[in-house]
């Protein structure tokens, strides 16, 4: 695994780990709800910009 892939995952288990520690503290449905879809496409953007990628195009 590539330094910028490790970095990568560990950003995102930060901002995870920050926002499970906010709704733990502050328990509103509509927080969570804006929460997971932040998380959704925070995690989306980091698997399709870390995916391996063909080197058929090179």
Request: aromatic letters at 12%; a positive charge.
């Amino acid at each position: 695994m590539t330094r910028k892939r490790i970095f990568a995952l560990l950003a995102f288990l930060c901002l995870a780990a920050f926002f499970g520690i906010m709704l733990y503290r502050v328990p509103r449905l509509d927080l969570a709800g804006a929460i997971l879809i932040g998380i959704a496409l925070v995690g989306y953007d980091l698997w399709s910009q870390l995916k391996p990628r063909s080197r058929a195009g090179r």
